[in-house]
């Protein structure tokens, strides 16, 4: 078909070039027509703002924000906003796509978008964030809506962040509009359940996926890159459902017990250590933070940054499941290695989707002006996810295809139908 340009195999890609050689194969599978295909490769919208800001010493910084749409085919378009260095216009877009393409896979109406800030949060105090995340709402005001474009929390932002966005939206409309965005302090809208909810969809996909290999999660060992709103969540919920966590990781490093991580006490020691791990003596730090990966455990769950998983290292990957928290931790080169050497890889765009159906289910309650309980919520979620691993596990047998392809079936075919009936276009 014309579109179908050849798959990059190269030891370095960019986000973006990662997540479209998925949706080429998927796209040839489905034998998409080319015009859909054309929709569906850029995105519909690129904001990339400047935003001036007074650092606490009475200097003016600049920073670079940027807000993608990568569409609004199914609904109002949804995805986080990330503060990361790393943050540049080639990973915003392809982390929107993924969004599209995860709203999907999980049935809920809503397109894709992401957005991101190139700052480093670490660096800097609760006052010149708070002064950037209002600059850059304002900078936004026309693009976000509840009924246009939502945000919500990722890397270095959470529910401190979401309400000052809430907040500097609501002064610029005259009015208060908790439903512009997700993720936000309970008292402020916030879904109960929503701050687990990421690391809780990992663990409900981790045990759907083991229970199709037959692992038995009592007798599971685990590694989980990242100790964030994602990783630390997904280790401590797989531990109480008796799975023994003996790695986990920040910047600062690797730890590992041989005997299990005690996970709560992990959490704790983080939270009341400026946010590191770094010290932490219930596991010893390796040597080479890297290793992680490459641990004798039956289960790897990256939740941390892009492109961990490289052609250059997936070889040495010993787990039988890898279940993506992150959002592109493996590189499309790694790929055919890791399918080769027969790891079930639970993708991203199915494996962290519990976070934004938990903010479907905040901006659902936010419109009815009404509070579901964390069991409700809870229950909803866990069925979205269990339902939507199904779904993608029988489109993996139906097209012989890896899990990863089988979702962005999922994805494409539910686009492309929702396409062709809005026309138009
Ligand atoms: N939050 C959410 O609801 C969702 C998040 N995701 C994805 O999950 C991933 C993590 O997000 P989230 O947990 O929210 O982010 P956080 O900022 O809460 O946590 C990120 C974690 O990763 C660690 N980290 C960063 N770089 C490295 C590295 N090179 N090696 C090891 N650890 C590292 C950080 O360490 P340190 O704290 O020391 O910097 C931190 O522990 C991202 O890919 C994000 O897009 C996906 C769906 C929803
Ligand atoms: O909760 C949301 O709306 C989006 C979360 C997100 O950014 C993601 O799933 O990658």
């Not at 105090?125 to 509840?146: C, K, N, Q, W």
């Not at 609501?170 to 965005?181: D, I, K, Y």
Request: proline share 4%.
């Amino acid at each position: 078909m014309a579109y179908i340009e050849p798959a990059p195999i190269k030891d370095h890609e960019n986000p973006f070039e990662s997540m479209m050689s998925r949706f080429i194969i998927a796209a040839e599978k489905l034998g998409l027509e080319d015009e859909v295909y054309n929709v569906l490769k850029s995105p519909d919208k690129q904001v990339l703002v400047s935003l001036p800001i007074t650092m606490d010493n009475g200097s003016i910084q600049v920073f670079e924000g940027y807000r993608v749409i990568h569409s609004n085919i199914l609904g109002p378009s949804k995805g986080g906003v990330r503060y990361d260095m790393d943050v540049n216009l080639d990973e915003v877009k392809a982390l929107a796509a993924w969004m599209t393409w995860k709203c999907a896979v999980v049935d809920i109406p809503y397109g894709g978008a992401k957005g991101g800030i190139k700052c480093d949060p670490r660096k800097m105090s609760a006052g010149e964030i708070e002064r950037l995340t209002r600059a850059y709402t304002t900078a936004m005001a026309e693009v976000f809506g509840p009924d246009r474009d939502i945000p919500a929390p990722d890397m270095g932002t959470g529910p401190r962040e979401m309400a000052w966005m809430m907040d500097e939206y609501s002064r610029n409309h005259g009015m208060t509009v908790n439903a512009v965005v997700t993720g936000k302090p309970i008292t402020l809208g916030g879904s109960l359940g929503r701050a687990e909810a990421t690391g809780r969809g990992v663990m409900i996909s981790c045990l759907s996926a083991m229970e199709k290999l037959q692992i038995n999660p009592y007798n599971s060992i685990i590694a989980v890159q990242g100790f964030g709103n994602v990783g630390s969540f997904a280790a401590l919920l797989l531990q109480e459902r008796g799975a023994k966590v003996v790695a986990i990781s920040d910047i600062s490093g690797s730890y590992y017990n041989e005997n299990g991580i005690n996970i709560q006490e992990a959490i704790d020691y983080r939270d009341n250590n400026e946010r590191t791990l770094e010290g932490f003596e219930g596991a010893t730090k390796m040597e080479d933070a890297e290793e992680l990966l490459f641990l004798d455990v039956d289960v790897l769950i990256p939740a941390a940054k892009e492109d961990v998983i490289t052609p250059k290292n997936a070889d040495r990957i010993q787990a039988r499941l890898i279940v993506e928290g992150a959002n592109g931790p493996t590189m499309a080169a790694a790929d055919e290695i890791i399918n080769k050497k027969g790891i079930m890889v639970v993708p991203d765009i199915l494996a962290n989707a519990g976070g934004v159906t938990v903010s479907y289910f905040e901006w659902v309650q936010n419109r009815l002006g009404y509070k579901w309980t964390r069991e409700r919520v809870n229950r909803r979620a866990d069925r979205t996810i269990r339902a939507a691993f199904e779904n993608v596990y029988n489109k993996h047998n139906r097209y012989n295809v890896p899990m990863r392809i089988a979702a962005y079936i999922v994805a494409i075919s539910k686009i492309n139908k929702a396409y062709k009936y809005r026309g138009g276009y």
